[in-house]
């Protein structure tokens, strides 16, 4: 017999590349997302955009969901229904206000949570670095009568979500393997959302190309990036997370010129250095943490 240890046939990323990947993905999805709201409608791409990924979870983790504990249970439930109701309200503000707005004011949740948790100095300066580039990308010039209250509040509610999010999801992430917890979080945002979805008229306008465009939309911006933040999450501090991930407006930024071939001015060009800093500064100081063994 061999004394060899044996091979571990789970794969994962390190903490730091894995959220880095999952900002990509989001952010690819969400301006082929932004595509679809004329045919499906806010609600109706949320919904398919969490059900296509819950599906595809599920396929792929197969969680024993009549096996889960009461713990279990207690962590995964309120993590999916806020996790369904971050989607759909980030995707109702883009509805009514300019993306770039949309994602600065989400951004006061995560940037809040990062504050909060804050034990060092140099913490606190990405945030404040990272604050100063959302600052200078937002749409001021577009004048106080130019944006919705509606889409502001809801683009806020969001980024309320998000802090409660990243929370949650270190605290299930504790009691259930990673693919297990997302596939099952995903189930109950879909419950939380696909009535929206309906009631808005998707089963009316959904057709084939526009199911096989939802299943993209699905795949970069549900399963993929969630999996990936979820495998960093067992690692990473809620306030590390929540620093890195202030990324997500310098990615959305090179997205909407990559793909919908928007032009950045000086000062976003110069948003986006400030916030990148920020999340390459947090990278660089991040403590070094033990990964949690899975049983």
Known sequence: MSDAPPVRSSWTLPPIPAVLLAVVSVQG????????FPRLGQAGTAGMRIGLSALLLFAVFRPPLARFTRVQWRAVIPYG?????????????LGRIPLGLAVTLEFVGPLALAVSGSRRASDFLWVVLAAAGIVLITPWRGGVGAIDPLGVL??????????????????????LPGGQSVATGMLFASLAVLPFSFAEGLAERLT????AAALAVALLSGAVPFTLEMMALRVLSSRTFGILMSLEPAVAALSGLVFL????????????????????????????VPPLVEA
């Open 208 to 211: 084939p190309s526009l199911l």
């Open 29 to 36: 999805g969400a301006a082929f997302a932004k595509e679809l």
């Open 154 to 175: 809801m683009a806020l509610f969001a980024g309320a979500c998000w802090a409660a999010y990243i929370v949650l999801g270190g605290r299930v992430s504790k009691v």
């Open 81 to 93: 229904v806020v996790l369904g109701a971050m989607n759909l309200s980030f995707y109702l503000a």
């Open 261 to 288: 071939h928007e032009q950045l001015t000086g000062m976003q060009w110069l948003a986006l250095g400030f916030v990148s800093a920020a999340s390459a500064g947090a990278a660089l100081t991040a403590r070094r």
